[in-house]
């Protein structure tokens, strides 16, 4: 298979890029500038220097390719330049999806998020469940407009789309905010301990890299959707994992909901004066995703991709282990 990748250099892409190759995958992978050490700079990788708004390098990549895997988003709950959601998360998804149907390729897999299904009463949420009303943060608003971009393309102009949904991605190395949470746990930067009952889907990200490279090589699978959940579990159960493995103890102090929804709202608008992120972490977008965290049934990519998830307490374990070293 010959496969062009976005994203590829990335916490997630990176793993891709690994496993494609290890496979015996023809690569071509989209970056910025040509990278001198990782997995995308392996041997046999072909680099295509250019962005998600370079049009002629998109279809130059794409020529003569089996497979499109689009990673690259804009991942954060906040941003100082808060365009940057749209431009990469919409604007340069259609420009993927379009370029692909230009150049013919077979097959698009698209990496989504369970976070663009908002918060849902009734559970487990499988790929079959209607989304919710409502988003809650201004990445999963622009991930899901741009996964609509991608879908209505399916079905109007017969865009060979596939489409996954990670949860709340967990390991080493993780430089985004699931591993800046860990951090600041296990550096005691963490103040109080907030939202502990809220539950969320998590999922090992050596997991999410294999059900994208097996959506990319399974056939008869256009038009199918994938949520990619190993263990839904309680931020309170999450930290006590992340206490006991590092030896650290957890914040005395638990605030209630209500205040933390108060802080999170003034930090923000203290972050858009001073351009510089909220304290803690804190930010109205994180705080309003952790509190709509719903239940995600991951069983499908389990039935149709032969995915055997991890347990999550070994994804901490990496975790941890990989910001102590």
């Keep these: 298979m010959k496969a062009f990748l976005t994203g590829g250099t990335g916490f997630i892409g990176s793993r891709v890029v690994t496993r494609l190759a290890e496979a015996g995958h023809d690569?071509?992978?989209?970056?910025?500038?040509?990278?001198?050490?990782?997995?995308?700079?392996?041997?046999?990788?072909?680099?295509?220097?250019?962005?998600?708004?370079?049009?002629?390098?998109?279809?130059?990549?794409?020529?003569?390719?089996?497979?499109?895997?689009h990673l690259a988003a804009a991942y954060s709950f906040w941003l100082a330049n808060r365009r940057a959601f749209r431009e990469v998360n919409v604007?340069?998804?259609?420009?993927?999806?379009?370029?692909?149907?230009?150049?013919?390729?077979?097959?698009?897999?698209?990496?989504?998020?369970?976070?663009?299904?908002?918060?849902?009463?009734?559970?487990?949420?499988?790929?079959?469940?209607?989304?919710?009303?409502?988003?809650?943060?201004?990445?999963a608003r622009t991930k899901y407009e741009g996964e609509r971009i991608a879908w209505?393309?399916?079905?109007?102009?017969?865009?060979p789309l596939v489409t996954v949904y990670p949860g709340a991605v967990?390991?080493?190395c993780d430089p985004k905010p699931t591993g800046d949470y860990i951090q600041a746990l296990i550096c005691g930067r963490m103040p109080a301990r907030i939202l502990e009952e809220a539950t969320f889907p998590f999922?090992?990200?050596?997991?999410?890299?294999?059900?994208?490279?097996?959506?990319?090589?399974?056939?008869?699978?256009v038009g199918a959707k994938y949520f990619l959940?190993?263990?839904?579990?309680?931020?309170?159960?999450?930290n006590r994992m992340i206490s006991e493995i590092s030896n650290v103890p957890l914040p005395a102090v638990r605030l209630p909901t209500p205040l933390v929804v108060a802080m999170a709202a003034l930090l923000t608008r203290v972050a858009g004066l001073t351009?510089?992120?909220?304290?803690?972490?804190?930010?109205?977008d994180q705080v309003g995703t952790m509190r709509a965290g719903t239940i995600f049934s991951g069983a499908k990519a389990e039935r149709e991709l032969g995915i055997r998830y991890t347990p999550i307490r070994q994804a901490i374990k990496e975790a941890v282990a990989s910001y102590r070293t």
């Design 91 to 139: 604007e340069g998804t259609r420009g993927v999806m379009e370029c692909a149907l230009e150049t013919g390729v077979p097959k698009v897999v698209m990496v989504s998020t369970v976070v663009t299904y908002g918060h849902r009463a009734e559970v487990p949420v499988t790929e079959e469940t209607p989304v919710g009303p409502a988003r809650f943060s201004e990445y």
């Design 170 to 172: 967990l390991g080493p």
């Design 152 to 159: 209505n393309l399916h079905e109007s102009r017969g865009l």
């Design 275 to 284: 351009k510089k992120p909220p304290a803690w972490g804190l930010s109205a």
């Design 229 to 238: 959940v190993g263990e839904n579990l309680t931020f309170g159960q999450i």
């Design 27 to 69: 690569l071509r992978c989209l970056v910025r500038s040509t990278p001198s050490a990782g997995p995308a700079a392996g041997p046999g990788i072909h680099h295509i220097q250019g962005s998600l708004s370079d049009r002629a390098a998109l279809r130059e990549g794409m020529a003569g390719c089996d497979c499109v895997i």
């Design 203 to 221: 999922v090992h990200v050596g997991d999410v890299a294999a059900a994208i490279v097996r959506a990319a090589e399974r056939p008869g699978n």
